[in-house]
C-alpha cells in the first residue's frame, strides 16, 4: 500500500471523516491506529514528516521511568513499566532488554536528599546512594512486574566485578534492566500501514497546510496540490510542543505546554563502544544530574541536556550542551577520553510537557493528559499534553476511549496484545530472523547479507520489500552498496517520503549509524527526484539544502560557536 497515493484518493472520495488528528508523531498515530481498529472514520494530517520533532529526538528508550519516582508519578512508572514489557513481547524485532549499569560514588550519601525529594520537601539535587537506588528498584520493579520479561537488578561491591577502568570514585555498581527501540520512526510506519489496512475510513497524509474555514478546516496537500474541506464532529490537537499553537489557529488560546529542549549526541568511539559491551551507562555527572549513553548499532547515543525555552521551534544546542555531555561522559572511565571531536551527529528535540511543576525542570510532571475544550464551533477539541515513547500505545488508547464516548462508540478492538506488522514471526532469540532470512535466501535468491541488511531493517516486513525490490532489476547505491535503488523506492512511495530528509533522517538509520556522506546525499536525492518525476534543478536544490544541515553532516558543526539543529 502507498501511504500517501491511497490516502489522497481516500480524501478525494468525499466520505468525510468524523475525527481529524493533527499532528504525525508517535501519540497522533497511535490514536490514529486505535479508531480505524475501532471502525471510527479518521484523517491524520501533519505540516511536516510524520515522526519530525520529538519523535524522533528522543533517547530511543522503553523504559518505565525510575527517575520519576523522586516526584512520586507511580501511577506513570507503572503505566511505562508495563508498556515497555508489552513493547518487548509484541514489537521484538525492535524492542531489545538493555542492561543499564549505575555506577554509584556513596552508599549512604544523599540518601537523606533523595527521601526529602521524593516527600516533595525539597527540589535540591544530590548524589545518588547505592541505598537509596537499591531501594528505588526494588519499587520499579515491583510496579513493572505486569507481564514482566526483564532481569531483577544486580549489585557489585567490589572493584573486581565493575567493568574494566570504571572511574576510581565508584565504589558500588548496580545494574538493572529496561529497553531499546533500534527504529522508532519504522514503528510508527507500521502503526499508519496497520491503521490503513484496518480501515478504509481513514487517510494519513504527510506534508500538508491546513488553516481553519468557516465551521471546519480546509487541508491542502502541498505535493498534489489537492484541497477538501472537512467539518470533523472532533478534533484531536496531537501536535507535541506545538500544542498551544495548534490551538491558536483553532481560535482557542491556552498555556498547556511546559517546552523543554533537549539534546543527544551521537558519536564514534571504538574503544568506548567495546568498552561498554553492548550496555547502557546511566551516571552522576559530578554535579547531581544524571547522565546515560548507550552503544546503538554502530554510533553511541549520550545524552540529555534539560533546558526551559520559551519557543518550541527552539531547535538550537549550544557548544556548551555538546561540551557538557562529551565532558561528563569523559569522567566515566579513568583511560577513556571523549571529545566533540568523537560526534558524528546531534539531535534535539522539544519535550512537550505539562505545564506547571516549579522552576526546576527535574520536577515537571513526565505523565501526560487530555485536555478537553469546544471550538467555536461546538466540535470537541482534544489536547494530548506530555506524553513520551514508552507509553504511546496506553496514550493513544486513552484518548480514543474519550473519543469513543463523545461519538458513542463502543470499542471492539483491544491493542494491548496486538503485535506490529513487523514482528510477526520474529520472537525472542534470534530464530525467527534466521528462519527468514533462510526464506529470503532460497524464495528470493538473495545473498545472506542482502537477506540479513532487510530483515535487520524491517523485521517480519522484510518480506515485501524483498519481493519488491525483486519485481525488477536492481541496483546498489553507489556511495552505499549495502542499499539499492529499489528499496529506496520502496521507502519514498510506500512509505511516503517526500523530500529528501524525510528519507535521510526518519526512513533510514544512516545518520545515527554515523554512514551519511556528501556522496550519499547526493545519490539519494538524486534518485529521490527520479522517483518523484522530478527535475535535476528540484534535486540540486534539496541536495543543497539538506547538506546544508546540521542533523544530515554535522562535522565540525559541534565545535562551532552554536549548532543549530533542525529537523526539516
Not at 535468491?445 to 525488477?472: K, M
Request: net charge positive.
Amino acid at each position: 500500500m502507498n501511504i500517501r497515493e491511497e490516502s489522497l484518493a481516500r480524501v478525494a472520495s468525499g466520505a468525510g471523516f468524523d475525527v481529524l488528528v493533527i499532528g504525525g508523531g508517535v501519540n497522533g498515530v497511535a490514536v490514529l491506529r486505535e479508531l480505524a481498529l475501532n471502525g471510527v472514520s479518521a484523517l491524520l494530517i501533519d505540516r511536516a514528516d510524520f515522526c519530525k520533532g520529538a519523535t524522533s529526538a528522543s533517547s530511543r528508550m522503553a523504559h518505565g521511568g525510575l527517575r520519576y519516582l523522586e516526584n512520586r508519578e507511580f501511577k506513570l512508572v507503572a503505566e511505562s513499566a508495563r508498556e515497555r514489557n508489552l513493547l518487548l513481547k509484541y514489537a521484538p524485532h525492535f524492542t531489545l532488554p538493555l542492561e543499564v549499569v549505575v555506577p554509584l560514588s556513596h552508599y549512604l550519601r544523599g540518601l537523606a536528599g533523595s527521601i526529602l525529594r521524593f516527600l516533595g520537601l525539597s527540589s535540591r539535587s544530590g548524589p545518588l546512594s547505592t541505598a537509596g537506588l537499591k531501594g528505588a528498584l526494588y519499587l520499579y520493579e515491583f510496579l513493572g512486574r505486569v507481564d514482566k520479561v526483564l532481569p531483577s537488578h544486580r549489585t557489585a561491591l567490589r572493584r573486581a566485578s565493575f567493568p574494566k577502568a570504571l572511574s576510581s570514585r565508584y565504589r558500588a555498581v548496580i545494574s538493572y534492566f529496561d529497553a531499546r527501540i533500534r527504529n522508532p520512526e519504522a514503528l510508527v510506519m507500521e502503526m499508519i500501514e496497520d491503521a490503513l489496512q484496518a480501515s478504509e475510513n481513514v487517510a494519513c497524509l504527510n506534508h500538508v497546510d491546513w488553516k481553519q474555514d468557516g465551521n471546519g478546516v480546509a487541508i491542502s496537500d502541498r505535493v498534489s496540490g489537492q484541497t477538501v474541506h472537512l467539518r470533523p464532529k472532533l478534533v484531536v490537537n496531537a501536535a507535541g510542543a506545538w500544542v498551544d499553537q495548534v490551538n491558536g489557529v483553532l481560535g482557542l488560546n491556552t498555556g498547556y505546554i511546559r517546552p523543554v529542549k533537549g539534546a543527544h549526541v551521537l558519536l564514534r568511539h571504538d574503544e568506548l563502544q567495546k568498552r561498554m559491551d553492548g550496555r547502557a551507562f546511566y551516571f552522576d555527572d559530578g554535579t547531581g544530574r544524571m547522565v546515560i549513553c548507550y552503544p546503538l548499532d554502530h554510533t553511541i547515543l549520550l545524552g540529555t541536556t534539560e533546558i526551559q525555552v520559551d519557543s518550541p521551534d527552539d531547535d538550537t544546542v549550544a557548544a556548551s550542551e555538546t561540551k557538557y555531555l562529551t565532558g561528563a561522559l569523559s569522567s566515566l572511565f579513568d583511560d577513556i577520553d571523549v571529545t566533540e571531536r568523537n560526534i558524528v551527529a546531534v539531535t534535539t528535540g522539544i519535550r512537550p510537557l505539562q505545564a506547571g511543576g516549579g522552576a526546576s525542570v527535574n520536577r515537571a510532571n513526565r505523565d501526560h493528559l487530555i485536555a478537553e475544550d469546544r471550538l467555536g464551533s461546538g466540535q470537541p477539541l482534544l489536547s494530548l499534553v506530555g506524553g513520551k515513547w514508552t507509553t504511546f500505545r496506553a496514550f493513544g488508547e486513552q484518548a480514543s476511549d474519550r473519543i469513543f464516548q463523545l461519538l458513542s462508540v463502543k470499542r471492539r478492538v483491544d491493542t494491548r496484545r496486538r503485535q506490529y506488522r513487523g514482528a510477526a514471526g520474529m520472537g525472542p532469540g534470534g530464530r525467527g530472523r534466521q528462519e527468514l532470512v533462510s526464506r529470503l535466501c532460497s524464495g528470493l535468491s538473495l545473498a545472506p547479507t542482502r537477506a540479513s541488511d532487510l530483515v535487520f531493517r524491517y523485521g517480519a516486513v522484510a518480506q515485501e520489500v524483498a519481493t519488491f525490490c525483486n519485481a525488477s532489476a536492481d541496483t546498489p547505491i553507489a556511495s552505499l552498496p549495502d542499499f539499492t535503488e529499489r528499496e529506496l523506492r520502496w521507502l519514498i512511495e510506500k512509505r511516503a517520503a517526500v523530500f529528501l530528509d524525510d528519507l535521510l533522517l526518519r526512513r533510514t538509520q544512516i545518520v545515527l549509524d554515523g554512514r551519511c556522506t556528501e556522496a550519499v546525499v547526493r545519490d539519494f536525492g538524486l534518485h529521490l527526484a527520479k522517483v518523484r518525476g522530478l527535475d535535476a534543478a528540484w534535486a540540486e536544490k534539496e541536495i543543497a539544502r539538506c547538506l546544508a544541515m546540521p542533523t544530515v553532516l554535522p562535522q565540525g558543526a559541534a565545535r562551532a560557536e552554536t549548532l543549530e539543529v533542525r529537523h526539516g
